[in-house]
């Protein structure tokens, strides 16, 4: 088996799924799945997500509705079109690009979600349910993670996890999950002491960070399972380019399997935004999807 973990592979083989479940859906329940997406402001790479996340909507069979609001938009008019979407019966799953604009809180705007259509999974209700082991909705890129683990690894229970980054949105959850699947977690973060020490303990490690190529192959146990979260843009040898917050070549060289960056967890993220969706239009009409 190729050390590398396939993540475009995989984000295909999850679409395909979600596709044929949304067709079902459609011929036996007459439910169409359908995600709204907000984008406020002009952001470039925000600006191709959303494209992105419209397409591929629309190719697994569902409901595409995108709302662009100009960055003087108020954090009211926001609230409103929130309302409007919540109360809307052909919207299933809800989306607001972040980041927003500094004068909108961004609490404010995900908690008015309706957290039966949020499928960011950062509403505090479903991040409530993640942590204390409820069905709630689960962040896509952790979700994207767990997966790609368990399909490589199977049975993750007593595996040493070690996920480097606390944000709400990856690290967090991903810690969550882990634990869901009984590893022994520890969190690492900018105030642990010997960071080397403590990945070199994971036979899971998780690398969410935002530092290019941060961590070296030896901070890595030989034959440990390395998930580089990362997308980082730099420059090298004048060009621009992708890379994770692993150094590659060396962590390939120790580890029994590792995503690349690009096509390891990326893909999964917006694959998993499609399962996401279809899982909460079921849910909101209480249909139990077929396995
Ligand atoms: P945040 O900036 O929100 O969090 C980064 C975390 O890394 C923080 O908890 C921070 O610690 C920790 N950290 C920073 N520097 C160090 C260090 N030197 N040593 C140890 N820990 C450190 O980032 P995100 O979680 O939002 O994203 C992480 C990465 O994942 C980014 O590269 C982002 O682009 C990528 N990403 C990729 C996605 C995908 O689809 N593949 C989706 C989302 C993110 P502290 O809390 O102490 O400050």
Redesign the pocket.
Known sequence: MSKVIDGKAFAESVRQDVAKQVAWLKDEHDITPGLAVVLVGEDPASQVYVRNKGIQTKAAGMNSYEHKLDTSVTEDELLALINTLNNDSSVHGILVQLPLPSHIEESAVIDAIDYRKDVDGFHLTNVGLLNTGGDGVVPC?PLGCIMMLKDRLGDLSGKNAVV????N???KPMAALLLKESCTVTI?????QD?PAVCREADILVA????PE?VPGDWVKPGATVID????RIERDGKTKLVG?VDYASCEAVASAITPVPGG??PM?IACLLHNTLQQAARLHGVTLPE
């Not at 480097?164 to 944000?167: F, H």
């Open positions: 890129t480097v980054g606390r944000s949105i990856v690290g690492a973060h900018s105030r642990t960071l969410a960070v935002g530092r941060m979260v990362g997308i980082n917050d967890v990326g993220t």
